[in-house]
């Protein structure tokens, strides 16, 4: 069989790539070489001993970059005929022909964001990110990584990885007072994907889905959208009214730690005849568990869930109040009567959490940085509280204050939430008024406060203009 005869290898002059990294710029220099086709297809590159004489480089530099060169399927290297660039190289497998060559186009800028954000007074439940550890969070990220391989990166079990799993139902028992196991754990994006989840898979058109009025409007939104007919409930001081249930429902949605937004713990009474009306009405009980990891003056109730012995209680619980609001990781505990269908709709949704933060988070609660960051929080959040409360003239009201990311401060009586709002709008502050949370129930005027998000000096600060306001 007759070889072929390579074509003729032109001089290829010292790059200057080379003085800022000898073998990234060598290689770089011969790829761009091979691109440019001045290294063609099938054309035989200089030997690693000749080029190293003309680069002033050592050989083990250029084989080093003939390896990488040859790993990433540019050149050949056949025993006995030196090394030859591929007749295609990989450029032509990983990009499309570009038809012509058009001029790019500068990116049209986002519209302004809608959502709530940090750092604006006074913002309602959104966490302080810059408290978050990122080095602590970086190195968990790496250590999971590393110590799970790459078996891990493969598609994961669709209810999370088991030993996040384990983590969270671990959390749960030590500090939510439930009786869960790691096989009733389901890993979610957070509490909104987990009541999507739960709408997808339980509500059919015309079903009756209960809610908190005041209450948390995406869930409420997000039931309907499934068609189901809302039937809002009154809270009183000791949380939702139970009397007001009716006879039948698919299910009621509750936030019992730190009702949102009014901010009362629902009673003991209340949460058992909550969880006999869903026994004798054959519902589900939807418990939105979003900020209870933060308690200011005693030791929190267990959760709801913790009753359950019918097992009709969804837990709803999120990472993204207490790490950061980019994190999108949350959790549920789930009837197992419920478990299949669940995971069902989660696998046809295609809504898993990655792998990567998955890992992550198993390291950061099993190191204990996670209950760790939880007490700072809870002390700098702790302290924020404080120095708003004491901003605020003698004579205001304010409630729910001893838990959770936010109170409620109670307008004069005859004050008009709006206009107050836009008042504070105009000195720089963001309000939310209570009246947007409700559904049928008319309350007395009051607009909901974040602290969290604000260093103490901006507290300071806006505090004052909040006062003036008052
Ligand atoms: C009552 C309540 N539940 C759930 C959420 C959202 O949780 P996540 O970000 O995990 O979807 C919020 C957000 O503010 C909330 O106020």
């Known amino acids: 069989m007759s070889r072929r005869k390579a074509p003729s290898t032109p001089d290829l002059p010292r790059p200057e790539t080379l003085d800022a990294g000898k073998q990234q710029g060598a290689y770089e220099a011969l790829r761009r070489a091979i691109l440019s086709r001045q290294l063609p297809a099938g054309s035989r590159l200089p030997s690693t001993r000749s080029l190293a004489v003309r680069w002033l480089v050592s050989r083990g530099t250029l084989e080093a970059a003939f390896d990488r060169l040859h790993d990433e399927g540019y050149v050949q290297r056949v025993a006995g005929s030196g090394t030859r660039v591929c007749a295609v190289i990989p450029e032509q497998f990983i990009a499309a022909p570009m038809l012509a060559q058009t001029p790019r186009r500068p990116p049209e800028p986002d519209p302004p964001h809608g959502g709530v954000q940090s750092h604006v007074p006074f913002v309602a439940r959104r966490p302080d990110a810059s ?43 030590s500090y939510r007072g439930m009786h869960c196991e790691a096989d009733e754990v389901i890993v979610t994006s957070g509490i909104r994907h987990g009541l999507d989840l739960i709408a997808r898979t339980l509500l059919q058109p015309g079903d009756t889905a209960c809610v908190e009025d005041p209450g948390y409007k995406p869930a409420r939104q997000r039931f309907s959208l499934a068609g189901a007919r809302i039937q809002a409930i009154p809270v009183t001081d000791e949380g939702l009214d139970t009397e007001q249930l009716p006879g039948q429902a698919r299910l009621a949605y509750v936030t019992p730690a730190h009702q949102a937004p009014l901010g009362m713990t629902l009673s003991v009474s209340r949460r058992l005849a909550l969880l006999d009306w869903a026994a004798r009405a054959n519902a589900w009980v939807v418990e939105d568990d979003y900020d209870s990891e933060y308690n200011y003056t005693s030791a929190p109730l267990a959760a709801l869930k913790s009753l359950d012995s ?34 069902r709709t989660l696998q046809l949704t295609g809504q898993a959490v990655g792998a990567t933060d998955q890992l992550g988070l198993v390291e950061f609660l099993g190191s204990g940085a996670f209950v760790r960051h939880l007490r700072a929080s809870r002390q700098a959040y702790q302290a924020r509280r404080d120095t708003l409360l004491a901003c605020l003239p003698q004579g205001c009201t304010v409630t729910g204050q001893h838990a959770g990311l936010h109170f409620v401060l109670w307008l004069p009586a005859g004050s008009a939430e709006l206009e107050f709002c836009a008042r504070a709008a105009a000195v720089g502050l963001t309000l939310q008024p209570l009246g947007r949370f409700c559904v049928e129930v008319a309350l007395p005027p009051a607009v909901i406060i974040g602290y969290t998000a604000l260093t103490l000096a901006q507290i300071r600060f806006h505090g004052r203009a909040l006062a003036q306001l008052l």
């Open 310 to 343: 019918n097992d009709r209680v969804i837990y709803c619980g999120s990472f993204n109040k207490n790490l950061f609001p980019g994190l999108r990781v949350g959790f549920m505990v789930v009837p197992k009567a419920l478990r299949p269908s669940l995971l």
């Open 131 to 173: 408290l978050f550890d990122l080095k602590t969070w970086a190195r968990c990220i790496a250590r999971g990584l590393l110590a799970a391989g790459p078996g891990a990166l493969e598609a994961a079990h669709p209810a999370g990885l088991p030993a996040l799993r384990e983590q969270i139902a671990d959390y749960l028992r």
